[in-house]
């Protein structure tokens, strides 16, 4: 005999929440993959809040190139809370579910943050061709009313392009299962759930998709073509190793952004496998977001100088001018 609940899933109408099937079932490997994740969070988080003080703290960081890292740190923030807390939650109690609307939720954020970071990224890489292309017309080119429009456009960006992704898929009828074979709700998995075709969604979803990707990062490419060509006129290699060494860091974040973004959104339908892409999930909304500070600051020698400055100045023992002594 047939719950209340089944035929609710059966008929489309009356879900209420799904469950998330998440990265095991096996007891002791859930214990070791929470103490990793919540490790991986803290430092997440602590990492990237140390890249916003510093760049605030420190008045040699105040340039637009520290802007757009200010905001792609805080980004990373909110991306990894979006996510991690419920996976942490679900590896630690067991329990797997969530809400209809909660789901929604996490869902929008998820894209509204990832298609914000596709877009900070495409206008790091501008201010890095201006930089080094177009110096002496950097203080105008790169003005505050410049990068400051470019960070708002691109958090805009994020919020329109995941309303009309979320929108799209929240408004279809759920039926048979509610178990998404995922840790958090994406949608290739969320549509394999919704009744009857929904050929025209996945186009319309990866239409969406390939502009909210693609745009960036063709914009992102055309920026290093003129970098590269602006390099390549550099006589001397320990010149052109410098001024590589100025965009470097933002190279590495955007392979590994991209890279695992447009395997898992761009390829055919057909070839959608949900154990391959739930874990390659994690490569842009768990290792990107703890990467990011670990490279820019290993990598970055004004990054360096800030720390040092800063925890030089506060550790710093002083000095007794009338004995020498250290106090």
């Known amino acids: 005999m047939q719950t209340k609940k089944e035929n609710s899933l059966q008929n489309g109408t009356g879900l209420i929440e799904f469950i998330l ?9 859930q214990v070791i993959l929470f103490s990793i994740f919540l490790a991986i969070y803290i430092i997440t988080l602590a990492g990237n809040l140390l890249i916003i003080l510093l760049t605030l703290a420190d008045p040699a960081l105040h340039t637009p190139m520290y802007f757009f890292l200010r905001n792609l740190s805080f980004l990373e923030i909110c991306y990894t809370s979006v996510n991690i807390p419920k996976m942490l939650d679900n590896l630690l109690s067991g329990n797997k579910s969530i809400s209809f609307i909660g789901c929604a939720v996490q869902t929008y954020f998820t894209f509204f943050l990832g298609g914000s970071e596709c877009f900070l990224l495409a206008s790091m890489s501008y201010d890095r061709y201006i930089a080094i292309c177009k110096p002496l017309h950097y203080p105008v080119l790169m003005s505050r009313k410049v990068y400051t429009s470019l ?5 805009l960006s994020g919020f329109f392009m995941s309303f009309g992704h979320t929108s799209m898929v929240f408004t279809l009828p759920f039926c048979a299962s509610n178990v998404i ?8 998995p969320l549509l394999k759930l919704a009744c009857g075709d929904t050929s025209r969604i996945e186009i ?12 960036p990062f063709i914009l992102i490419l055309l920026s290093y073509a003129g970098i590269i060509a602006a390099i390549l006129r550099i006589s001397s290699s ?15 974040v955007v392979t590994l952004f991209f890279g ?7 390829k055919p339908n057909s070839t959608y496998s949900p154990n391959t892409d739930k874990y390659l ?9 703890i990467l990011n500070p670990v490279i820019y600051s290993l990598r970055n ?20 001018k009338d004995y020498g002594i250290a106090l």
């Open 21 to 29: 099937q998440g990265l095991s079932d096996d007891p002791k490997l």
């Open 238 to 252: 320990a010149g052109r190793k410098k001024t590589f060494s100025t965009c470097s860091s933002h190279l590495i």
């Open 204 to 215: 319309a979803v990866f239409a969406v998709a390939m502009v909210f990707i693609s745009l």
């Open 151 to 155: 960070a708002v456009a691109s958090w």
């Open 181 to 188: 074979n995922h840790f958090f709700c994406d949608i290739p």
């Open 260 to 266: 695992s973004g447009c395997i898992t959104y761009l």
């Open 281 to 289: 999930s994690l490569f842009y909304t768990v290792v990107s977001p």
């Open 301 to 320: 020698k004004e990054v360096n100088g800030a720390l040092r400055r800063i925890f030089g100045r506060k550790w710093q023992p002083s000095v007794s």
